[in-house]
């Protein structure tokens, strides 16, 4: 049996992700593993056809496929993303069909999730056999409960290769729009002096895009800034590297221009519209890459306190998955999402009507301040990335142990003495019969109770 591994990780072998794949290739050993290294050889795929075909020849001639790698956003990263595209741009998708697959993440389990949908979105699409996803924590294999069920998956994954299991699809064929956009009955919005920016990543890639772009640009008064990534010297996208965990400074400082276009543009405007096309089950690779360079700024919210909105061209409406991930990266920016418009929403009056809504709701939720409040995705999240900072990722990550310092975010429940001493009383209260059926009879009024005096107030 042979199994055909993309590695997904722009630093190839020195991976932790391929230390799982390589602990697999152990247990295994009537299998054989081949490795092509997809994400660090990305730039020499997309010009070099034969170095292209040799990957596309070894997965023809595997049973299976691994898809390996580590979360960079929410998803995989921008080298991988780009490979995943030239399969579907040059044609390679019979090469797919048929064959077996599953997903191997690692990740400290951020929205490893999302990235596993992802994948298993894509796997769908090209006809595969989605067998499943394993998602590890980065230190998943020192632990001897874990490797037995990272063996255990292993086993089950050959099992299901060699008896032709049938695999179940858990993603629809994406139906294009077919609507045809045309600007109508634009009002003009004031902005009052707020700063707002619209970046794309390739409008002459998409008419729809291009119109819905420039129909929002010309709401504002004055018509808002227009720049397109394509635009912007951008030398190649995050390499993990993690030098940028010190003090914020990218290993590309001075190589390229995306991180003047961050600090400069992106960080300065008041409101922010992210403008792309669909591509497989993700926007572009270009975005991707937009997205992972911005981690310089690490687990910081760098854009908190913006309006934020996403206009997209293609079946958005279709890939719950995705409005996830945009979603939950505006939320752990601690922006305002003021909404998403496709062109798959409805008639072109009805996505007239909903770029003039959204720019509306910037404007005016800009000039008042308001921030959604944090919601499961925000709050967990922070407290996920509280945790590794003020533990194991400290050393790595200094600029982000600074900043939760300086913001309180080191909030750990133990510090809460006066509940610690409340709940231990309590506790002990409740173990009387009496008191316990009191307690429940009084709770739902004590409950309210800390609510009156917020409500005599007017501010």
């Not at 279709?318 to 920016?333: P, V």
């Not at 133990?414 to 009879?441: D, S, T, V």
């Amino acid at each position: 049996m042979k199994i055909a591994v993309l590695n997904g990780s722009p630093k190839g072998e020195v991976s932790v992700t391929m230390q799982y794949v390589h602990f697999l290739e152990r247990r295994f050993p009537d299998v054989e593993f081949k490795f092509f290294d997809v994400a660090l050889k990305i730039k020499k795929l997309e010009k070099d056809d034969k170095a292209f075909g040799e990957v596309i020849n070894g997965v023809a001639a595997a049973d299976a496929v691994l898809w390996a790698f580590p979360l960079y956003f929410l998803v995989v990263c921008s080298q991988y993303k780009r490979f995943i595209e030239l399969i579907f741009e040059k044609n390679a998708i019979s090469a797919f069909r048929g064959k077996y697959a599953a997903c191997l993440t690692t990740s400290i389990n951020f929205f490893d999730h999302t990235a596993q949908n992802y994948i298993n979105g894509v796997c769908d699409d090209l006809g595969m056999n989605f067998f499943g996803s394993y998602s590890a924590e980065m230190n998943d294999l020192l632990r001897t409960k874990e490797r037995k069920r990272l063996k255990a998956f292993g086993e089950l994954f050959v099992r299901a290769i060699k008896d032709g299991t049938p695999a179940i699809r858990n993603n629809a064929p994406l139906i294009m729009p077919q609507v045809v956009f045309d600007v109508q009955d634009i009002k003009p919005v004031d902005v009052e002096g707020k700063k707002v920016l619209l970046v794309a990543d390739n409008l002459a890639d998409n008419a729809n895009l291009q119109k819905m772009v420039e129909r929002l640009r010309q709401t504002f008064s004055p018509p808002a800034e227009l720049i397109q990534l394509k635009d912007i010297d951008i030398k190649g996208g995050c390499l993990g590297c993690l030098q940028c965990g010190f003090d914020n400074v990218c290993v590309y400082e001075g190589k390229d221009g995306y991180i003047n276009f961050y600090n400069n543009k992106v960080k300065t405007a008041d409101i922010l519209f992210m403008a792309g096309a669909i591509h497989d089950r993700y926007i572009s690779s270009l975005w991707k890459c937009f997205f992972d360079r911005s981690f310089f700024n690490g687990h910081t919210p760098a854009l908190q306190g913006k309006q934020v909105g996403f206009v997209i061209a293609g079946p958005f409406n279709q890939i719950a998955n995705l409005r996830e991930i945009l979603k939950a990266s505006i939320d752990m920016q601690h922006c305002n999402l003021v909404g998403f418009v496709s062109d798959d929403l409805g008639s072109s009056s009805e996505i007239n009507a909903a770029l003039q809504t959204m720019a509306s709701n910037a404007a005016l939720q800009g000039k008042v301040g308001y921030i959604q409040p944090p919601t499961f995705y925000q709050v967990a999240g922070t407290k996920l990335f509280r945790d590794a900072v003020f533990g194991r990722l400290r050393v790595v990550f200094q600029a982000d142990h600074r900043y939760y310092k300086e913001h309180g975010m080191y909030n750990f429940p133990q510090k809460y003495y006066k509940w610690r001493m409340i709940n231990g009383i309590l506790g002990m209260l409740m173990k009387i019969p009496a008191f316990r059926r009191e307690f429940f009879k009084r709770v739902k009024a004590e409950m309210i109770k800390p609510t009156a005096n917020a409500l005599k107030r007017t501010e």
